[in-house]
């Protein structure tokens, strides 16, 4: 999950053309600190980085990019990397319209519970005053 959770994160915090700074922070907190990616190593995270930019270059829509990561993703686990995306995503306090639209496309393809999907975009909007 760990490389495909980092993927999933990434591709979203770039859709709006590059990662701010906040979203450098809490990514990388999230490396350190996090039980589910403490094992990514530099070079893993900078593997998916060339593997996704690879795959956009080559022409891969967002939707498969997104079918494809899911693959690798339990139910529980999707449900987990679209939390910490919407996170990364939210910490600089906006939420670009690329960046939402990568949101919903995962909610769309991985076909989230609402429930979950209403419980992460209430918690960033009392959060980060979305």
């Not at 995270?45 to 593997?51: L, W």
């Not at 891969?60 to 079918?67: D, K, N, S, T, Y």
């Not at 679209?82 to 690329?98: D, G, I, K, M, R």
Request: charged share 30%.
């Amino acid at each position: 999950m760990s490389t495909s959770l980092i993927k999933i994160v990434l591709l979203a915090a770039v859709a709006d053309g590059e990662i701010q700074d906040e979203e450098k922070l809490l990514l990388q907190n999230y490396k350190e600190r996090y039980p589910r990616l403490r094992g990514v190593t530099q070079k893993d995270y900078d593997n998916a980085q060339i593997e996704l930019f690879n795959k956009v270059k080559a022409g891969v829509r967002i939707p498969h990019l997104i079918e494809d990561i899911g693959m690798d993703l339990s139910d529980d686990e999707k449900e987990i990397a679209y939390a910490l995306t919407y996170e990364v995503c939210a910490s600089n306090f906006h939420l670009a319209p690329q960046e939402e639209e990568i949101l919903n496309t995962m909610k769309t393809v991985w076909k989230l519970k609402s429930g979950v999907v209403n419980s992460v975009k209430l918690s960033a909007k009392l959060r980060y005053d979305l």
